[in-house]
Every structure is written in structure tokens, then in C-alpha cells.
């Protein structure tokens, strides 16, 4: 029997890889973790948390003006930048030192460096090699830029956090999560922002209604949302300020910064996959079976590198899987249907389940209900903004599987009844619940006329 150092060695301080590493280090494994950067990955330090933070931040401007309506009176409220950057960056550091001593109580050996696999129970960081039963590579994704000219004047998701200046004028390429809620954001913080995306819809894969309807309000609150468009290039002006975007038809554009949020890929580079024999999928992810085992028995991978499903919760769920068998309670398979999901634009979506288009395709018939209103939050404040909120069911079980919200606190929202809806729930358990008066959720109980088929 051969010895090793470690039972379990993770690359990648990230979500997955922290909850693999802790987890499998509280049932007594030996465990090791290497990280280059700074513990939490793209979750803790470019994305999720420093994301809603400034989601946050942006809500105030609208919430500023609406409290007219209820009666206060504020001076001109003014918004400091460098003050929420610097707010967000303690934050963030406090959470990195979280992940350090949930690693160190948990008995986990954190070695600081760039990890690569040597063979397929070895891993070399700083010239030196520790050996363990198991690897686990948890690396994530990293932007994706298209090959277009003037790439190198753009920036990526992770610059935008600690843009210097404040862009008074923002261009946004893309129409999927990231190009949406940064587009929210900063429009909400007081930048101009224009949103280009190449398809006649935001959000694809997103029910067509929740697509029209978070277009049409994300337009109201002032995101300049232009679709059908192309970008071919990006140039520095003459003067030296800004940039001037150019779209395939010709038409010109200038901003100060240019967002592409064009999608993520899976940090796959300098990390000795092919020395051990780790295998690629077509789309460039660590190919894994559905116990996330690569084409090398002993090394798994988990999270955005094998490219399943890209949520941070659905990473810490891999990882669990993977302990599991590893480590604990046996082998089990991780199942992918009815993850509810949000997405932080202006206002929040949140959904779970099938759209109606697909739903339609795995099941056959199926009845929708849906309702538009403006909340009670808003016949005071002045606002137009609207809620939409859409069930989908089978008509055949008279199961609930698509459930989709666009309004305040969906993600909020959507959490709970993603619960019921894992648990099978009909429609005519939806009609017996009774709603909580008044909220805008209970209209996802009281929906009894379903939409003209
Ligand atoms: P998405 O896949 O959501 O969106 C990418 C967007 O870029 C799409 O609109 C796509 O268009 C467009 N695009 C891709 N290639 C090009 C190109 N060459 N030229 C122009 N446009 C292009 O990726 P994101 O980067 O926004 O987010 C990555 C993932 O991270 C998400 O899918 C999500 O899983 C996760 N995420 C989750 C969040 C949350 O839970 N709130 C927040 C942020 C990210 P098309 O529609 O035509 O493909």
C-alpha cells in the first residue's frame, strides 16, 4: 500500500475547494490546499458577495427618491465611490481571513503558491512535490473576451469592482448574468449605461416573458438596452479619453469603460492536467463522470472548472458529493434539476425550474399563470416599476415546474418555493396555501386563471 502525504489534496481555495477540503478534514482526512491568490475565489473576491454589495449600494439611489412619497425630505444625496470601494475591500479582507481559519480549525494545511499536477497522485507547488490518494481541482472559470480588436482597452468583471475613475459613462457587451446585473448597477451608482447584446433577447436559456418583461424594466430605470448588436471593435479616442466602441453596422459609440461580460471559462492553463492525463471536454472543461472523477481515477474536479452548472452553490453541492463518497456516507449523485436561481438586476429575477418553451418540450401540455402588477410598496413611492411573476405546470401530474419572478427580492422569494417545488408540489398545493398578506409573494398562491393556451 503505498503512503502518502495527504488523504486529499485540493487545488483551489475557492468554493468548492474550501468546502471539499473542510469537510473531508472533519472526518480525520489528511488534507491540503493550495491557492495562488486570495482565499474564496471568484465568489468571495470578484463576484457574488462584492457584486451584491454594490447591488446594494445602487438600490439606495432609487429608494432616496422614492421616499418622497412617504413623507421624507433629503438634501441632494451625494455618492462616494472611494468610500463603498474602500467599505467593500474590508469586507472582503474580513472573509478572506474567515476562509483562512475555517481551513486552519478544521486542520487543514494551506500552502500559499500555484499548484500542478506531476502525475496522478502528486502535486508540485514552489518546486516542492506532496503526495496524496486523492486530488481535487476546484481552479474556477475566468472571463471570456471574444478576439476583437482593441480587446486591450476593455476590462472583465474582476476590474470592475475597483474601476478609478468612477465611469460616468459605461458600455456594457453581453445580455447574460454578468452583463445584466453590472448594467443594473452602475446605472443604479449614476453611470450612463448602455447595454449592447447580440441576440433580440437579454438572458437566454431565461423563460421568453422574464426576457421581454427585466428588459423592459431594466430600460425604464435608465439602462440604455440595444439589442441585435455587434460589437467589432474597440479604440482609444485621439484626445485620450474614452473609448469609441464600433458595432457591425457601422454605428460608433464612446464611453469611458467597456464591459465585456461575454461569458466565463474554465481555468484549465499551467495546471499539469495533461503530464497526469487529465482529460478536456469540447468545451475546454475538465471532462468528469457524474461523480465528478476525471479520466485519472484518482483526481476529481468540481465547480466552474468542470463546467456544470456555474453557482457557487452548486459548487459547494459537488464537493459534498465528492466527500461523501470519498470520505463518509457513500457514493450518491447530485441532481441538477429545479436549482433556483436569481439574478441581482433592477429589479431582481429569481427563478426555478423549466421556462415555459422548455417545459412545453420535456412535458408535453402544460398550463401558465401569470401576473403583472405594481406592488403596494409603489403606489406611494411614485415608481412605475412593475412586478412579473409567471407559474408553469404540467399538466398532466399538475406539478409546478417552472416558477419565475421578476420584482423585488425574488431571490428571496424563489429560495422557499424552490424547496416545494424539489418536493414535487402541485398547483392545487399552491392554491391550498395561504398567502402572506400582504407581500407580493402570495400571488404566486392566489393565481387561479391560467393564460389563454
Ligand atoms: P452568460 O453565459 O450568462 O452570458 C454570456 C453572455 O455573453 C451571453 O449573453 C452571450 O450571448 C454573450 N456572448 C458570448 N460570447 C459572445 C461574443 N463572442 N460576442 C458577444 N456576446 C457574446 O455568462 P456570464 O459571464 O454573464 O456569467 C457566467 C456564469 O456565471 C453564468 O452563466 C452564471 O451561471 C454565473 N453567474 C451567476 C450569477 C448569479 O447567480 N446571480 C451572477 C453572475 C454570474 P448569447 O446569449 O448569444 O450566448
Known amino acids: 500500500m503505498p503512503t502518502f502525504d495527504f488523504d486529499l489534496f485540493v487545488i483551489g481555495g475557492g468554493s468548492g475547494g474550501v468546502r471539499a477540503a473542510r469537510m473531508a478534514a472533519q472526518t480525520g482526512a489528511r488534507v491540503g490546499l493550495a491557492e495562488a491568490a486570495d482565499l474564496g475565489g471568484t465568489c468571495v473576491n470578484v463576484g457574488c458577495i462584492p457584486k451584491k454589495l454594490y447591488s446594494y449600494a445602487a438600490g439606495y439611489a432609487e429608494a432616496f ?98 474601476l478609478d475613475p468612477f465611469p460616468k459613462r459605461l458600455l456594457v457587451v453581453g445580455g447574460g448574468y454578468i452583463a445584466c446585473e453590472f448594467a443594473s448597477i452602475f446605472n443604479g451608482l449614476g453611470s450612463k449605461v448602455t447595454q449592447l447584446h447580440r441576440r433580440a433577447h437579454l438572458l437566454t436559456g431565461f423563460d421568453d416573458d422574464v426576457r421581454q418583461f427585466v428588459a423592459n424594466e431594466m430600460g425604464k430605470a435608465g439602462v440604455d438596452v440595444r439589442l441585435n448588436c455587434d460589437v467589432t471593435s474597440v479604440a482609444r479616442n485621439a484626445h ?44 475546454g472543461a475538465i471532462a468528469v463522470d457524474a461523480h465528478y472523477r476525471t479520466s485519472v481515477p484518482s483526481i476529481h474536479a468540481v465547480g466552474d472548472v468542470s463546467t456544470r452548472v456555474q453557482l457557487t452553490p452548486v459548487a459547494l453541492a459537488e464537493a459534498m458529493v465528492v466527500v461523501d463518497e470519498l470520505f463518509g456516507k457513500g457514493k450518491r ?13 433592477h429589479p431582481n429575477i429569481g ?103
Open 240 to 283: 485620450g479619453h474614452g473609448l469609441t466602441v464600433t458595432l457591425a453596422r457601422g454605428q460608433q459609440l464612446e464611453a469611458d469603460t467597456v464591459l465585456f461580460a461575454t461569458g466565463r471559462v474554465p481555468n484549465t492553463q499551467g495546471l499539469g492536467l495533461e503530464a497526469a492525463g487529465v482529460k478536456l471536454d469540447e468545451r
Open 351 to 453: 427563478t426555478c425550474g423549466y421556462s415555459e418553451i422548455d417545459a412545453r418540450a420535456k412535458f408535453g401540455e402544460v398550463t401558465v399563470f401569470s401576473s403583472e402588477f405594481k406592488s403596494l410598496r409603489h403606489t406611494l413611492s411614485g415608481s412605475t416599476e412593475r412586478t412579473f411573476m409567471k407559474l408553469v405546470v404540467d399538466k398532466a401530474s399538475d406539478r409546478v415546474v417552472g416558477l419565475h419572478m421578476v420584482g423585488a427580492d425574488a431571490g428571496e422569494v424563489v429560495q422557499g418555493f424552490a424547496v416545494a417545488m424539489r418536493a414535487g408540489a402541485t398547483k392545487a398545493i399552491f392554491d391550498s396555501t395561504v398567502g402572506i398578506h400582504p407581500t407580493a409573494a402570495e400571488e404566486f398562491v392566489t393565481m387561479r386563471e391560467p393564460m389563454p393556451g
Open 333 to 345: 449523485r447530485l441532481d441538477y434539476e429545479f436549482i433556483p436561481t436569481a439574478v441581482f438586476t
Open 65 to 162: 427618491e422614492e421616499s418622497a412619497g412617504y413623507g421624507w425630505t433629503l438634501k441632494e444625496p451625494q455618492f462616494d465611490w472611494a468610500h463603498l470601494k474602500s467599505q467593500r475591500a474590508k469586507e472582503i479582507t474580513r472573509l478572506n481571513g474567515i476562509y483562512a481559519s475555517l481551513l486552519k480549525n478544521s486542520g487543514v494545511t494551506l500552502v500559499i503558491g500555484w499548484a500542478q499536477l506531476a502525475d496522478a497522485h502528486t502535486v508540485e507547488i514552489g518546486g516542492k512535490r506532496h503526495t496524496a490518494r486523492h486530488l481535487l481541482v476546484a481552479t474556477g472559470g475566468t472571463p471570456f473576451v471574444p478576439d476583437i480588436a482593441g480587446r486591450e482597452h476593455i476590462v472583465t468583471s474582476d476590474a470592475m469592482f475597483d
